[in-house]
């Protein structure tokens, strides 16, 4: 897998409120610890950090360049065709969240709970995925490219017209995965991974 970018800061980053935002670009701001309502689209936001922020509204077709998410609650939230770039987002509560759309280069899932999330239509490249919970979540007609999955769980995810060459699974729970026989060429399982999955190919293990 390339190198993937990771977020830096020019300068000091200033404490402020989420809330307060009414420029539609964002620049060098701390936003933490508070609950959001208001919603926001296509705000640009660059070189900032949520720290424990809970979000309850929308930040729909937003740009997000070097920015953290840490220890942030943005469950049922919508994203959609948000754009990041050099993110991280670590030990966040994204369940039920919808990025549909989105583009992710150079971003970073680290211990993460995304249990039905929307991944829908999205284009990943250079993405880190660790330790990070995507199970019933949805992949339609995604575009991956140099994304790595380590110790995630993946039960029960819907992945379809989502080509997995070279996507190595081999340390992630897949259980009662629904992929199309398709999109498996080139994918990497261990050996116990492939015995359950040649059912999909209509494979039968005497």
């Not at 998410?69 to 049922?76: A, I, P, R, V």
């Not at 050099?86 to 995304?114: A, E, P």
Request: hydrophobic fraction near 40%.
């Amino acid at each position: 897998m390339k190198k993937i970018i990771e977020p830096s800061f020019s300068n000091t980053l200033v404490e402020m409120q989420l809330c307060d935002v009414v420029e539609n670009r964002t620049e060098n701001a701390l936003f933490q610890s508070n609950i959001v309502e208001k919603s926001f689209a296509q705000v640009e936001f660059y070189e900032c950090e949520f720290k424990h922020v809970t979000m309850h509204g929308k930040m729909q077709g937003c740009l997000f360049v070097d920015v953290i998410f840490e220890h942030c609650d943005l469950s049922n939230t919508s994203f959609e065709e948000s754009v990041f770039r050099r993110c991280v987002f670590r030990n966040c509560r994204m369940t039920g969240i919808d990025m549909s759309l989105c583009t992710f280069t150079d971003v970073q899932f680290l211990n993460v709970q995304c249990a039905y999330v929307n991944f829908n239509g999205t284009k990943w490249k250079r993405v880190r995925c660790k330790k990070t919970i995507f199970d019933e979540g949805s992949l339609y007609k995604c575009k991956l490219d140099s994304v790595e999955i380590n110790e995630c769980s993946l039960q029960s995810c819907e992945i379809a017209e989502t080509p997995l060459f070279n996507i190595n699974l081999s340390t992630s729970n897949i259980q009662g995965i629904a992929v199309m026989p398709e999109n498996l060429k080139g994918v990497i399982v261990n050996q116990e991974q492939a015995i359950a999955l040649a059912s999909l190919l209509g494979i039968v293990i005497c």
